[in-house]
């Protein structure tokens, strides 16, 4: 029963981790990367995001109990979870050495990236480049940024291999090789993304 109770949540974990949590990750990117085309349009994006219907509604059963869940699993999965060498080789396991490692520091990232944002917002701040400028004006805070976002860049699109296998999608060796590839390009482009938004804000 309990291994059961494991592997319902496993699975959960995992489609939470791409539905809706690694949707509005692209979304959210998206969004910022409007960043790049000056300061105009980001603040018209942001406020497009910020007048949504039903917006408190949305991002508490959309967003945040989906990766309150994700993220208290994942940290149980990261705790007792062991690489598996009989199944899988050494470069997969390494993969799922680093989805831990980015689990841990994109959920810190994420706990910070909301005080900064939408608690300063419910304090009657408001979300918009300068905002982003000002968080973004110290070295520290761009390195801080860049390491987070690729962090959860990476997490998602790692974590897109992991989903593929585990709802059966990917099944052979070489579906899952064919897999491998696809989640990395996944990762490149929205590292780019990433990167250039960041800048964007310097």
């Known amino acids: 029963m309990a291994g059961s ?4 949540n496993r699975r959960i974990h995992s489609l939470l981790g791409v539905i809706p949590i690694g949707v509005f990750l692209v979304q959210h990117l998206v969004v910022n990367h409007f960043a790049t085309r000056g300061v105009d349009d980001f603040n018209a994006a942001a406020h497009f995001m910020e007048s949504l219907p039903f917006r408190i509604f949305l991002e508490t059963f959309v967003i945040y ?11 149980y999965i990261t705790f007792q979870a062991k690489n598996n060498v009989s199944r899988y080789g050494y470069f997969r396991n390494a ?3 680093v989805q831990r490692v980015t689990g841990v520091i994109t959920l810190i990232f994420i706990a910070w990236h909301v005080w900064e944002t939408r608690v300063q917002a419910a304090l ?9 400028e000002d968080i973004l004006s110290s070295p520290f805070m761009v390195a801080f940024y860049l390491v987070g976002v690729l962090s959860a860049v990476f997490h998602f699109a790692n974590g897109l291999w992991s989903f593929f296998v585990s709802w059966g999608l990917t099944v052979s ?3 899952q090789k064919i ?4 989640t990395m390009g996944v990762f490149v482009a ?12 310097i």
């Open 173 to 175: 060796p070489r579906s």
């Open 5 to 8: 109770k494991d592997f319902v």
């Open 179 to 182: 897999s491998t590839y696809v």
């Open 95 to 97: 993969m799922f050495l």
């Open 124 to 132: 009657g701040h408001e979300v918009n480049f300068s905002m982003m």
């Open 190 to 201: 929205l590292a780019i993304v990433s990167v250039r938004t960041i800048f964007a804000f």
């Open 65 to 75: 109990l989906p990766l309150l869940f994700h993220a208290v699993f994942g940290l």
